[in-house]
């Protein structure tokens, strides 16, 4: 069964700082992939999706990824951080079937000022 | 454009009654998912239909079910409730269904959410 597993459960940076949030996918197949965001007291909003092409997408606020299909990996980065990041960060991939999205359990960070 | 909304924004029931909600997509999609947020399980799909059909289903008890009417407009109802089904119900649309094999993708859009106490 497809799983995606984030490596970080919590992260705790200062602003400034920068962030690499890990995401590993099991599928063997062609795949979709996006991290979602949720801020405190919002709803989920997309960050960012790969499809296909090249592998660095750039999304919302600053956000990358990069897709590594041999280490079937897509992790997001931001060179510097700010307290406004301070949110809750899930990444999914599609189902095989391409109707519905795993997600992995979500990585809060935590920016403090 | 009007987002996904979804009511009630909350709700307390008890253990054995059943609880319906309710989620209005954004106009013009017509693929509408489920999902089940909860802290130990995080965010679990639970169904999505498309053009009034389900198409796919997650691994929930028959309790859980859904709907989709002909403006797109989507019901979950869950019987029998169970203390474990207090959680965050988040209704997504979006506006293709994507054919498997990849290529194109359904980009989901999520509503705020439906909060389902079970006491």
């Known amino acids: 069964a497809q799983s995606v597993s984030q490596h970080n459960h919590h992260v705790i940076l200062s602003e400034a700082a920068s962030l690499e949030l890990g995401c590993n996918y099991s599928y063997g197949g062609t795949v979709n992939l996006f991290w979602y965001v949720q801020y405190p007291g919002q709803h989920l909003q997309l960050l960012l999706k790969y499809f296909s092409g090249d592998p660095l997408v750039k999304g919302i606020k600053g956000f990358e990824a990069e897709f590594i299909k041999s280490k079937f990996s897509f992790n997001l980065r931001k060179p510097s951080v700010q307290w406004s990041d301070t949110a809750e960060y899930f990444c999914a991939v599609n189902n095989q079937a391409g109707t519905a999205l795993i997600f992995g359990k979500g990585t809060t960070l935590s920016v403090s000022s | 454009k009007a987002g996904v909304t979804q009511t009630p924004r909350y709700l307390i029931k008890t253990r054995g009654q059943q609880v319906t909600l309710s989620c209005s997509p954004i106009?013009?999609?017509?693929?509408v998912s489920w999902y089940q947020q909860t802290p130990g399980q995080g965010l679990q799909f639970l169904f999505e239909y498309f053009s009034e059909t389900q198409r796919n289903k997650g691994n929930f008890p028959g309790r859980f079910s859904g709907r989709q009417f002909s403006n797109s407009r989507s019901e979950m109802n869950v019987s029998t409730l169970e203390l474990g089904d207090s959680a965050l119900y988040l209704c997504?649309?979006?506006?293709?269904?994507?054919?498997?094999?990849?290529?194109?993708?359904?980009?989901?859009?999520f509503g705020a959410g439906s909060r389902l106490t079970v006491l």
């Open positions: 106009s013009g999609h017509r693929s």
């Open positions: 997504a649309s979006s506006l293709t269904v994507v054919s498997a094999g990849g290529g194109g993708a359904n980009v989901l859009t």
